[in-house]
């Protein structure tokens, strides 16, 4: 089991909101660990400038270009022994748009009668557009190099079934991954990967605990899927988390959908515990090794 | 366990409509210790809840498109001893208008007739008769008001699809004996879907007097192993006996088919 977190989500679901904010955390956190942006300089040089906008202007992040791809990743080191130990390393990609959704959640349209899917993962790749070949590579590849998985539940997303059939097709590459490198049968639980659920805005939607719930509603798909069948259920934890924090007042948009507007203090919750999660995950497995 | 369950009935019958129900029950509420997995077959899943999210948003229902053949699957899992075990694939077709009449029309099981099967059903007609021979339960949909077919279309229809199960499945002496006996380890379910559009007192004298013939069939060759259940996939509303509106569809008795196929 190696260290890497692998964060998935779909287009604002609040994953780079998430991040700059745990940066911030992170940064001001006076701890053993520390953040090592080491050989990923880009990565801090982004979350440094969207932390400038969010925390002084008070600007939440735009949306990232369609087709556009951006990586993003830290590590949190320590010192032992005059070296220098990764404990964990958080990686994502950054995708604009709908891309994620376009490449692992076709598009469905009944209507007039036709069914159209755009683009349905049954189309040969050479008949894809390029960069989508690339961009999926990507994503591959960062689920086969990573152990644990971040995924961000967003509690108003734009179609309840295109959040979860997106996450459904990332935990079914997840499972296809592993099986295959570890050689199991395609029936067989993983028993090395930890998944974290994270619902997050719960300053717009929750202020309970009945996350488990509110998943059962919002992604029943994955969720279920990843608890009761494909992987070991204390290695799948659901946690909710508010990155601006609950003094974050809300405005109602024309379509009744809600915005937050950022508080003059951030105060987020709760967004470490997933973290100290992995770490307790990764500890465990090196204990039982 | 693994059940292969497969669903059958003429245009109009409810398949889609039930299944999509039953797809967004099982997945919003559950079912028992099962989990509905959904993982190999992604395309259904977008299918079904596309459909029902037309039934549940705008409260209609989705017609299918001429000349398309859709194949659906759902799959009911459970963990153990760690790994994922199979206790129910559901499948069943999406066929639209009268394409299904000219696949299962009577004439067209003539050795005589086969060859005007047009060409574009053989396909269609190979994957059916596929489902036919791998299921072990069978719901078998009736239509208590049937629109532009009869309740004679209906009892023909089952009656071949019995025929053709008995013919896969029924006891013989050896390989070359031509008679087929009782079937038996096959479970049928009637369902009479709708059943909020008129009133069924006794659901097993309902199949007994518009369906004489398959019922006999049934009770002959198949051992009493059926169960005659009435369904409403949208609910039932006594006053109007409208089809509910958005968010009122209150599905009857769905589950009780894959109830009698999972008693053990």
Not at chain 2, 27 to 36: S, V, W
Not at chain 2, 57 to 69: K, V, Y
Not at chain 2, 147 to 159: E, K, L, P, R
């Amino acid at each position: 089991m190696n260290n890497k977190v692998g964060l998935f989500g779909t287009t604002s679901s609040g994953k780079t909101v998430y991040l700059v904010v745990l940066y911030e955390y992170l940064n001001k956190l006076k701890a053993e660990l520390v953040l090592d942006f080491k050989n990923e300089e880009d990565s801090e040089a982004y979350l440094s400038g969207i932390a400038q906008d969010l925390y002084e202007k008070k600007v939440l992040p735009e949306m990232t270009d369609r087709r556009s791809i951006r990586k993003v990743a830290f590590n949190l080191s320590r010192q032992v022994k005059n070296t220098v130990e990764t404990v964990f390393r958080m990686e994502t990609y950054d995708f604009g748009g709908d891309t994620l959704l376009d490449i692992f959640a076709p598009n469905l349209d009944l209507s007039n009668n036709q069914i159209v899917e755009i683009p349905n993962e049954n189309i040969p790749d050479e008949n894809k557009p390029s960069e989508f070949i690339n961009m999926k590579k990507t994503i591959n590849s960062l689920i086969e190099e990573s152990s644990s998985f971040m995924f961000m539940v967003d509690p108003n997303p734009i179609g309840r079934h295109k959040q979860d059939r997106f996450l459904a097709a990332i935990l079914n590459q997840i499972i296809d991954t592993n099986q295959k490198k570890n050689r199991l049968k395609s029936n067989s639980v993983i028993e090395n990967v930890s998944i974290a659920f994270v619902l997050t805005k719960s300053d717009l939607y929750y202020n309970n605990q009945h996350t488990e719930r509110e998943l059962n509603k919002l992604i029943p798909q994955s969720w279920k899927r990843a608890k009761k069948l494909y992987f070991v259920k204390d290695r799948v934890k659901s946690f909710y988390i508010t990155s601006l924090g609950y003094n974050t007042k809300n405005e109602t948009a024309e379509d009744g959908s809600k915005y937050a507007i950022v508080p003059d203090i951030i105060q987020p919750e709760n967004i470490d515990e997933p973290l100290k999660w992995f770490k307790k995950q990764f500890a465990d497995y090196r204990n039982r090794r | 366990m693994d059940r292969r369950v497969r669903i059958f009935g003429i245009p109009q019958a409810g398949k889609t409509v039930y299944l999509s129900v039953l797809f967004g029950e099982i997945d919003r509420y559950g079912f028992e210790n099962y989990i509905l997995d959904m993982r190999d077959h992604a395309d259904s899943m977008d299918y079904l809840s596309m459909v029902l999210e037309d039934l549940v948003l705008q409260g209609s229902t989705f017609s299918t498109p001429e000349r398309q053949f859709k194949e659906l699957n759902m799959k009911l899992s459970y963990q153990e001893d760690g790994k994922v075990k199979t206790a129910a694939l559901i499948s069943t077709y999406d066929l639209s208008g009268e394409d299904i009449n000219i696949i299962f029309d009577a004439r067209f099981h003539s050795q005589i007739r086969k060859s005007i099967i047009p060409p574009e059903f053989k396909e269609s007609q190979k994957k059916i008769m596929n489902m036919l021979y791998t299921g072990d339960c069978f719901i078998l949909l009736v239509d208590p008001n049937p629109i532009g077919s009869t309740f004679d279309d209906q009892d023909t229809m089952f009656t071949i699809i019995l025929r053709i199960i008995k013919k896969n499945k029924g006891k013989r002496k050896s390989q070359k004996d031509k008679r087929y006996g009782i079937v038996e380890g096959i479970k049928i379910a009637f369902c009479i879907s709708k059943s909020d559009l008129i009133d069924i007192p006794d659901a097993r004298e309902f199949v007994e007097q518009k369906m004489p013939f398959t019922y006999k069939y049934l009770e002959i060759n198949f051992k009493n192993n059926f169960k005659c259940i009435p369904i409403s996939s949208l609910g039932y509303n006594a006053e109007t006996r409208q089809y509910p509106m958005k968010e009122n569809i209150r599905p009857i008795n769905v589950l009780e088919p894959l109830r009698f196929f999972l008693d053990k």
